[in-house]
């Protein structure tokens, strides 16, 4: 059974910082590409950041800068680290895995992110 659970979600002012963490369990998680998603009330999911088998890394453009993505292969975790936060980074953040040949696809219940002062 596939499982991603993310963690580290929460309440910080505007400028402040948060690191959100995905733990994935049930599959070969060294072979999946890694995704963070956020998805704000009445907006479309977006790609925030995303992280290959082989670490290169690419980000939306609007956390450039001020977000990091990182994964640790031994403990199956991916990592998501937010730094000077704005209110506009306000969403449920989501972890996806993801593969080609074989396709796979899983995702996380999401983790809610909340910047306000």
């Known amino acids: 059974q596939v499982q991603l659970v993310e963690s580290g979600g929460g309440l910080v002012q505007p400028g402040g910082s948060l690191r959100l963490s995905c733990a994935a369990s049930g599959i070969i998680f060294r072979t999946y590409t890694m995704n963070w998603y956020r998805q704000a009330p009445g907006k479309q999911r977006e790609l925030v950041a995303a992280?290959?088998?082989?670490?290169?890394?690419n980000f939306t453009d609007s956390v450039k800068g001020r977000f990091t993505i990182s994964r640790d292969n031994a403990k199956n975790t991916v990592y998501l680290q937010m730094s000077s936060l704005k209110p506009e980074d306000t969403a449920v953040y989501y972890c996806n895995a993801h593969r080609t040949r074989p396709d796979a696809d899983y995702w996380g219940q999401g983790t809610q992110v909340t910047v306000s002062s």
């Open positions: 992280i290959t088998r082989s670490n290169s890394t």
